[in-house]
């Protein structure tokens, strides 16, 4: 009996191809953070004004990036008052879609609550953390960028300031536990993103249209999630899924601070594939482990098969085996098992 698995059908816009390879990014980024410091979840966002501007004048988001990180660590210190030889550990990310697919610009980040000094590894505890003040550092940030580079006139400028006297939302929420496996899942949560093919509750293919479910509210205290659902052609969702895409070879995980390096050492590890790459499987398609026979629930052996070789392995397969709830059976052997 034959599993083939193919590694990927090397689709950018397939959901699920996606999905177990953002899993070993996340796999990555757990080993980067540090679990023994203490670590916020923080979301930047910006206001749909700012957004639909930033859209109507074709300006790339993604210098959101550095400027989160860079309010964040300015703020850190201000408030600790020590110099800039103390750093956070700062990991992330720009999502360009709202939950509805909307164009929604907003940082994720997974930041450390202290700062540490890398070369004495002094620790400098932050016990407090001014979230409103922040909003204002932010707003300002970005105002002042966009009207450096001349994407805001000063009347705009002006407006955006005046509009939002709060500052621009910024929301923080503390990582619970000090595990890796708490951080790693709020890792995976940030890296996965988009969306995911488990939020598509129907396609009418008569009429050409998708529906699908996505988190519409939720509750600040009791932290309960309202979802609401949206029907659209299914030539909008694609051309939605299209735009919003990342380039093909961006890098959209960032690393600043104490992470840096890290960061960089963690790429170099060896990691072990085939357990990783079941891992991926198994959280990605939803299905028991892909490396168990299913007759004898012993570990099947595993070959790599380059693409250069594929189409001839099929080929083979096919002649000497037929197909059944996506495995090989040889044919010459008994049937398989009932239910199949």
Avoid at 102 to 127: C, M, Q, S, W, Y
């Amino acid at each position: 009996m034959v599993l083939a698995v193919p590694f990927s059908c090397k689709s950018r816009l397939c959901l699920s191809c996606y999905r177990k390879r953002l899993f070993g990014w996340s796999i990555h980024l757990s080993k980067v953070l540090n679990p023994a410091l203490l670590h916020f979840h923080v979301v930047f966002t910006m206001p749909g004004k700012l957004a639909d501007l930033l859209l109507a004048r074709k300006i790339n988001p993604r210098f959101l990036n550095l400027l989160a990180a860079r309010v964040y660590a300015k703020r850190q210190r201000a408030t600790a008052v020590v110099d800039e030889a103390f750093k956070p550990g700062i990991l992330s990310t720009v999502h360009l879609a709202g939950n509805s697919l909307n164009f929604n610009p907003h940082v994720h980040a997974i930041a450390t609550r202290d700062l540490v000094n890398p070369e004495t590894g002094e620790l400098k505890e932050v016990n407090f953390m001014p979230y409103q003040t922040i909003r204002y550092d932010w707003q300002r940030a970005i105002c002042r960028f966009l009207r450096r580079r001349r994407v805001l006139s000063k009347d705009e400028y002006d407006f955006f300031l005046k509009k939002y006297p709060k500052g621009f939302h910024v929301y923080f929420q503390r990582i619970a536990g000090e595990t890796s496996d708490v951080i790693f899942k709020t890792a995976q949560y940030i890296a996965f993103g988009l969306f995911h093919n488990s939020q598509i509750e129907n396609v009418d293919h008569e009429n050409k249209k998708v529906t699908f479910r996505f988190k519409s509210h939720v509750d600040a205290q009791s932290r309960e999630k309202t979802f609401s659902s949206i029907t659209m052609p299914i030539h909008e969702f694609m051309a939605r899924m299209l735009f919003f895409l990342p380039d093909r070879h961006e890098k959209s995980i960032r690393y600043y601070g104490i992470y840096v390096r890290p960061a960089k050492v963690a790429a170099t590890e060896q990691v072990d594939k085939i357990s990783l790459w079941a891992a991926g499987i198994k959280s990605s398609f939803d299905t028991p482990n892909p490396m168990a026979c299913p007759l004898c629930r012993q570990n099947m052996r595993t070959y790599t098969i380059f693409a250069r070789d594929a189409p001839r392995f099929e080929k083979r397969l096919r002649s000497r085996y037929f197909l059944a709830d996506g495995y090989f059976y040889l044919k010459s052997t008994r049937a398989p098992p009932a239910g199949s």
